[in-house]
């Protein structure tokens, strides 16, 4: 089998999504094998002070890196936690020998570049069935649960909880302050949220029971001072659409690499198929209302990620989020 092009992989494992776009990992490559740490210089200790929604991120950067190995003729196993000692060192990938990539491989490394956030409201057609059903067993596999959240009473419970810590995040300056710091107005600014890829009204006027996270809340004139709308124009649509939850039995780092791993397939397998996607994880970020959500929602097990999908409305432009150059996240050995 020829050398792997850890640059290429990489590549491809830096194209998963991350909170805040911090891109909160670094790598190191050997002739068989990659390690993934954590870099703690890019910790979000306001929103994220237990590091759960960071370490996810890098598991699904994980994820990324063994599709494109797959898709490269490689055959990999990974090994979550190898290091006691090392807490940081969140996995490795060992190359075990040759593979030929089918074509479900190479329709998920196509989608690693295709895969991007959209916050925009979907079409209203619904996910088929059979799809959600599909991506079920894509999280089965390590490990998770899925849920979809679509009976009235759960879909109302969730939607005020959301609403409730979506309220609770605006109304705490040091949350706001961090949320500012990662925000980008250059265009070729390589981490961080693109002031762009973001909706420019208020989340709250979107025809939609879901409330997507405001990144510009800071910035943003207070409701009771806005011009209302014209009276006149007719009612937009409704958004309505597919909400799944995902969770595992444990709540510890191992379970949020497998969080992790298991979202990065279910984005790839979405994508593949058509589908984007955006996180709605402000009930999660805060431990009240995460705890809220399991009880009202009765799951046995911790929710990981609540996640809107749904079909792009007809015309939309991907907004594609910087990455920082590989060489800053790559070390080489051997």
């Not at 990489?10 to 670094?26: C, F, G, L, Y």
């Not at 040759?98 to 979907?122: C, K, M």
């Not at 298991?262 to 995460?290: F, I, N, Y």
């Amino acid at each position: 089998m020829a050398d792997i092009d850890w640059t290429r992989i990489v590549t491809a494992a830096t194209r998963a999504p991350s909170i805040h776009n911090t891109q909160p990992w670094r790598f190191v490559a050997g002739p068989d094998r990659l390690d993934v740490f954590y870099d703690r210089e890019r910790a979000l200790p306001v929103l994220d002070p237990t590091h759960r929604q960071q370490v996810m991120s890098c598991g699904i950067a994980a994820a990324f890196a063994e599709v494109a190995l797959l898709a490269s003729g490689a055959a990999a196993t990974t090994e979550l936690l190898p290091d006691p000692a090392d807490q940081d060192h969140l996995a490795t990938l060992t190359v075990t020998g040759g593979a030929e990539a089918d074509d479900r491989a190479r329709a998920l490394a196509a989608a690693i570049d295709e895969r991007h956030t959209v916050r925009a409201a979907f079409e209203p057609r619904g996910v088929p069935a059979e799809l959600l059903d599909r991506l079920q067993r894509a999280a089965e596999r390590y490990g998770l649960w899925m849920k979809v959240v679509d009976r009235e009473e759960e879909e109302t419970a969730t939607v005020f909880l959301l609403s409730q810590a979506e309220e609770m995040e605006q109304g705490d300056p040091a949350y706001v302050k961090e949320l500012e710091s990662w925000m980008r107005t250059d265009p070729g600014a390589v981490d961080g949220v693109p002031v762009e890829a973001v909706p420019e009204g208020d989340p709250h006027d979107r025809p939609s029971n879901w409330l997507v996270r405001d990144f510009v809340v800071g910035a943003r004139v207070p409701r009771m001072f806005r011009a209302a709308g014209d009276p006149d124009a007719p009612p937009p649509d409704v958004e309505r659409p597919t909400v799944v939850l995902l969770g595992t039995e444990s709540d510890d780092r191992a379970a949020w690499l497998q969080a992790g791993q298991a979202l990065g397939q279910v984005l790839l397998l979405a994508t593949a198929e058509g589908l984007v996607a955006s996180p709605l994880t402000q009930a999660l970020d805060w431990p009240a209302t995460r705890t809220r959500l399991r009880q009202r929602l009765s799951l046995i097990g911790h929710p990981q990620m609540l996640l809107r999908m749904g079909y792009p409305p007809a015309g939309l432009a991907p907004s594609v989020t910087g990455r920082r150059p590989v060489a800053e996240v790559l070390t080489t050995e051997g």
